[in-house]
């Protein structure tokens, strides 16, 4: 097989969310046919360019799920199958992204609000942001304000995402915010927030920089600000 | 299986609507239709997010005043702040009830299982604690424990306490309705007396044909011993169904309730 044969094949099977050869695909039929797991680890013995692969076989597969799920087209588990993809290449690649010199586009800190236990959006875009070749800092779910600034401070993150699903919980955003200007360090780091209740009116008045509807407009709103920094 | 009616509840638009604007023609109106419907308890819940701890107050006052006395069917008061139960009980002083809910945490169940005690209501216990919930049914059996150590501390009898084994959706974790399920059966087998409820409908969230999953997980639940369940009782399929899984899991004497219902 070709490398682009190879890549295709790969972000083919992200795209219909087959892990392992076994495994069920969007459409039917697939079954027995080599999937992510095993077309990565073909692709790395052929020693084709870990990066190729990131941008090529999964940023990009992701960026096409995303747009079948804003055309309901895909449902939760269609996207959730998608990204487990994406996260099983994401451990196959990492030690070859590391030994090629590829340098990660930026420190993400990412949580769920104390209060708060709800993370189906927040832990679909932190496999999304690996994916996207970000470097990850999940801290789960009901957080305290002092957990976050410190990850915030100790990996001197570039990214800060804040999610909450409760209208009790996310005024706790705007208290996170207030203190990292009282700590000084909001100037460094830019932060997201999301979650049912939130809107963007809501994040210009807590001071955010951004609201994101989902994890794909997350991503979109990564590349506006790549593009005009 | 004791059907707790779900409507009224401030986290759908249209209630919230019916919450601002202090209309208790409507309010009345969506709670006699459930009472008609066949629901044993009328589930309040009046947390509109808009305003203050206080105004959840106000308008669990104007619900619970507006209500008793129009109708028999008791009222389950459903709120996160016991505050709001406290007061919804004080109005009922006495009159049978349910409250919604408690969880497995120290403070909470220290707040929440006395006023169970004193007002002989029934408690409605959610199986998650500070950690949140477990994904494994030995994890949810552990709040259930401590839920129950309270009670017994408290004096309310374990026939009282219905616990909800809670449900998560299957469309981010396959194992969900699984896990709620094993730890309803667990459940009944561990704590003897205690019962169990359910919201179920969250089983399907994200899924299509959401009504098909939640009718085959209501028969489901019934098998593992499920006692109640907060649904909507004006969900004609759904109270059938009911009425079906009840009969074909012995439930249901000579099958009198499922007849009553569907003989020609």
């Known amino acids: 097989m070709s490398t682009s044969e190879l890549l295709e094949k790969i972000a083919f099977n992200v795209i219909q969310g087959r892990v392992e050869a076994e495994d069920d695909g969007f459409d039917p039929g697939l079954e027995g046919r080599p999937a992510v797991t095993e077309l990565v680890t073909e692709a790395l013995d052929q020693n084709i360019d870990p990066k190729k692969i990131l941008m090529q076989s999964l940023t990009e597969s992701m960026e096409t799920v995303g747009d079948k799920f804003e055309k309901n087209e895909y449902l939760i588990p269609d996207m959730l199958a998608s990204a487990e993809c994406v996260g099983v290449a994401m451990d196959l690649l990492a030690p070859h992204l590391i030994m090629a010199g590829v340098k990660s586009k930026g420190k993400f800190v990412i949580a769920t609000v104390k209060g708060d236990l709800h993370d189906i959006g927040k832990n679909i875009l932190a496999i999304m942001l690996k994916g996207a070749g970000y470097d990850v800092v999940d801290l789960g779910t009901d957080v305290s304000m002092d957990r976050i600034l410190n990850a915030v401070k100790e990996h001197e993150a570039t990214f800060l995402g804040l999610s909450a699903l409760l209208t009790t919980t996310m005024r706790e955003m705007e208290d996170v915010i207030q203190q990292l200007k009282a700590k000084g360090l909001r100037d460094n780091v830019k932060v997201f927030i999301g979650g049912a209740p939130t809107s963007n009116d809501f994040a210009v008045q807590i001071g955010a920089d951004a609201y994101c509807k989902d994890a794909f407009q997350a991503l979109d709103i990564l590349k506006e600000i790549k593009r005009s920094p | ?264």
């Open chain 2, 1 to 264: 299986m004791i059907i707790i009616g779900e409507k009224i509840n401030a986290t759908l638009n249209a209630v919230k609507t019916i919450i601002l604007n202090r209309d208790t023609k409507s309010l009345l109106d969506l709670t006699q239709k459930q009472a008609a419907a066949g629901a044993d308890y009328i589930d309040v819940n009046v947390g509109t997010g808009v305003g203050s701890r206080e105004d959840e107050i106000q308008s669990i006052i104007w619900a619970v005043e507006s209500i008793q006395g129009q109708i028999t069917t008791p009222l389950c008061i459903d709120s996160a702040d016991p505050k709001v139960i406290a007061t919804g009980l004080e109005i009922l002083n006495g009159k049978p009830s349910m409250i919604n809910s408690a969880k497995a945490e120290k403070h909470n169940l220290e707040t929440v299982v006395p006023l169970v005690a004193e007002h002989d209501s029934f408690l409605v216990a959610l199986a998650m604690d500070e950690d949140g919930i477990a994904n494994t049914v030995d994890g949810r059996l552990r709040s259930c424990e401590k839920i129950l150590d309270a009670c017994e501390t408290y004096g309310v009898a374990i026939e009282n306490v219905f616990i909800d084994p809670l449900v998560m959706p299957i469309s981010t974790d396959i194992n969900s309705g699984l896990v709620t399920l094993e730890t309803i059966s667990a459940i009944k087998k561990s704590f003897p007396g205690a019962k169990t409820v359910t919201g179920l409908s969250n089983v399907s969230y994200g899924l299509p044909r959401r009504s098909r999953l939640n009718i085959a997980f209501l028969h489901m639940c019934i098998f593992a011993g499920l006692d109640a369940a907060i649904v909507d009782p004006l969900d004609e399929e759904l109270m059938a169904a009911v009425k079906t899984g009840e009969v074909l899991a012995g439930r249901d004497r000579h099958c009198r309730r499922y007849m009553r219902a569907f003989r020609k």
